[in-house]
């Protein structure tokens, strides 16, 4: 299966501070066809999980764009440019190009 | 608006089966997409179990594949997840949904005597 290595597990933020996750993967995410299936997730206190990214850097419909994605072959990087209350929870990458789909261990985002 | 909702047993006694219901609304389970569940334990970890797709295929993880089942009613639009000879590290919440967009609220399950 492919591993997915989230850093930082937590991570501590002021409101209005950009903060960085990253998402390594034991092996390229490069599809045949391709595409490269990484989505970022967020999982809010007592919510299901929320799809933010798709296809790496596509922004799921109504998600502020102060969340982008990027990064290729086995480097992902999530990004949100000035954290709000609204974002704290437990982020994911999950990937879909080998089979079976894996998540990534999770990143919480805390506030300092 | 696609809505999705599991129900079942929130608690399941060691080597029986675990049998969760998704119910969609919003959205015919045949006409696109593949409908998964998937969930998580106590704690972070995330699981994908596997998916039925709209054509009615299935493909489950390799890790649950001899004790999983995943079946549908579309006149009901409907579709179900079986788990049998459960033990006390299947407790976990069980969500469903379309993968990856729309996502049940999630069901705990617990498994003990």
């Known amino acids: 299966d492919v591993v997915l290595t989230q850093t930082p597990p937590t991570l501590s933020a002021t409101i209005g501070q950009s903060v960085s996750i990253s998402c390594r993967s034991s092996q390229s995410l490069l599809h045949s066809n391709g595409n490269t299936y990484l989505n970022w997730l967020l999982q809010r206190p007592g919510q299901p999980p929320q799809l933010l990214i798709y296809l790496v850097s596509r922004l799921e419909s109504g998600v502020p764009n102060r969340f982008s994605g990027s990064g290729s072959g086995t480097d992902f990087t999530l990004k949100i440019s000035g954290v709000e209350a609204e974002d704290l929870g437990v982020y994911y990458c999950?990937?879909?190009?080998?089979?079976?789909?894996?998540f990534g261990g999770g990143t919480k985002l805390e506030l300092k | 608006e696609i809505q999705l909702q599991e129900s079942g047993p929130g608690l399941v006694k060691p080597s029986q089966s675990l049998s969760l219901t998704c119910s969609v609304t919003g959205y015919t389970i045949t006409s696109g997409y593949d409908w998964s569940w998937i969930r998580k334990f106590p704690g972070n970890k995330m699981e994908w179990m596997g998916y039925i797709s709209n054509s009615g295929s299935t493909n489950y993880n390799p890790s649950l594949k001899i004790r999983i089942s995943i079946t549908r009613d579309t006149s009901k639009n409907q579709f179900f997840l079986q788990l049998n000879s459960v033990t006390t590290e299947d407790t976990a919440t069980y969500y469903c949904a379309r993968w990856p967009y729309y996502w049940g609220q999630g069901v705990m399950v617990t498994v003990s005597s």
């Open positions: 999950v990937q879909s190009t080998h089979a079976p789909r894996t």
